[in-house]
Structure formats: C-alpha cells, structure tokens
C-alpha cells in the first residue's frame, strides 16, 4: 500500500528554520508530482507548495515564497520543505501528499500524516 | 490566484438527510476540482476528483457536480460516518488552493 511518512517537525523560535521530510514507499516516487499542505490548530488547509516529478518545476503560495523552498530527492524517495525566516503564523500542521495521476498534476489521493510545527519563543 | 469559497461553513444535519455542500471559485477551473473528507487528527482523504468522479473505495452516495466556477457536493443519505469537515479544491495551472471547509455536524 502507497505510504507518505513525515518527519522534522517541532519548536523553533521566530525567525529560524526547519526543515521537513517526507519518504514514500509502495510506489515509484520519481513519477508523480507532490505537494505540501499545511494546517493551523482549528483552521482549513492551505496548499503551500508543489514541485513536479524530475524537480524542474516548483510553485508557491504568495505567503510562503522566498521563504520556503521545496525539493525532492527521487533515489531516496523522499520530498523535501526547507522553511526559513519562520513566523508564528507558519505554525501548523505539515502534510505532504501525492497527486493522483502519473505524469499529471492532479487531486491528492495519498497523504502523510503529519508534522506538527511550532513556532514560538 | 484563484480562490475558492465554501457554503455553508457550518451544517447540521440528521442521519439519513441529503446534504449538499457548495464551492465555488473565483474564476473558471474547468473540471479541476476535487472533495476531500478530513475527521479530527486525521489527514484528510479524497473523495471526488474532476468534479464528479467517485475515488476507489469511496460509498456512492458520495457524488459531485458543476463545472465552471460553481460546483456541489451531495451526500445522498448521511451516514455516522461521515460527520466530518469537507473541503473544496482547485487543482489548475499547477496550483491548489483549498476552500475553507465546511463542518458536517450532528443536528
């Protein structure tokens, strides 16, 4: 069965960093495009970030670029959030998922279960 | 960016009851759009995508419609299972903005 597991979370103080990972298995990582989503305790989601399967493309949220830089790593299986200059409000739970279709952008059919990230001092 | 609304934000509802959830986007998607049922602590899980097809393994009384910029999901006798909160999301241009959910709650 197709598995995200996320990892790197945690407390960090106004204006530093953290970075999160996300590995796959059950299913061949390099062919599909993946995204992060992110949600604050009580509130909705918010799609933060994607990138497409060789790497050659990313796209941001406004609130997040030049902040936040996703990457992935297709030996490893494993996708990447390197987040910087971290504010209170980026505090939230981080889930990464998969689009569903290979090749194609599209709905998010697998999801991690998430990271928790606190930012506070 | 394309934005995406939700109504009602808050539903109550009965088991049995057809319930029907609107999204709606700031300009055209076409057909890319698609549910998602999230439960507290839990990550959410897709139901519908492309407007109105049904994911493997989800109950048909789950279906969507609409096209455009307005689109509906119905659940077509509510269950116990599926009080939960419902999201909206656009999947064009490479992006995904998500609608801000709408709870199902018990009445």
């Known amino acids: 069965e197709a598995q995200l597991v996320e990892s790197g979370g945690g407390l960090v103080q106004p204006g530093g960093s953290l970075r999160l990972s996300c590995t796959a298995s059950?299913?061949?990582?390099?062919?599909?495009?993946m995204i992060w989503v992110r949600q604050a305790p009580g509130k909705g989601l918010e799609w933060v970030a994607n990138i497409k399967q060789d790497g050659s493309e990313e796209n941001y949220v406004d609130f997040v670029k030049g902040r936040f830089t996703i990457s992935r790593d297709n030996a490893k299986s494993s996708l990447y959030l390197q987040m910087n200059s971290l504010r209170a409000e980026d505090s939230a739970v981080y889930f990464c998922?998969?689009?569903?279709?290979?090749?194609?952008?599209?709905?998010?059919?697998?999801w991690g279960q998430g990271t928790m990230v606190t930012v506070s001092s | 960016d394309i934005q995406m609304t939700q109504s009602p934000s808050t539903l109550s509802a009965s088991v049995g009851d057809r319930v029907t959830i609107t999204c709606r986007a700031s300009q055209s998607i076409s057909i890319w759009l698609a549910w998602y049922q999230q439960k507290p602590g839990k990550a959410p899980k897709l139901l519908i995508y492309e407007v109105s097809n049904l994911e493997s393994g989800i109950p048909s009384r789950f279906s969507g419609s609409g096209s455009g910029t307005e689109f509906t999901l119905t659940i077509s006798s509510l269950q116990p299972d599926d009080f939960a909160t419902y999201y909206c999301?656009?999947?064009?241009?490479?992006?995904?903005?998500f609608g801000q959910g709408t709870k199902v709650e018990i009445k």
């Open positions: 998922a998969r689009s569903r279709l290979s090749g194609r952008y599209s709905a998010l059919d697998i």
């Open positions: 059950e299913f061949t990582f390099s062919d599909y495009w």
């Open positions: 999301q656009h999947h064009k241009d490479y992006l995904g903005a």
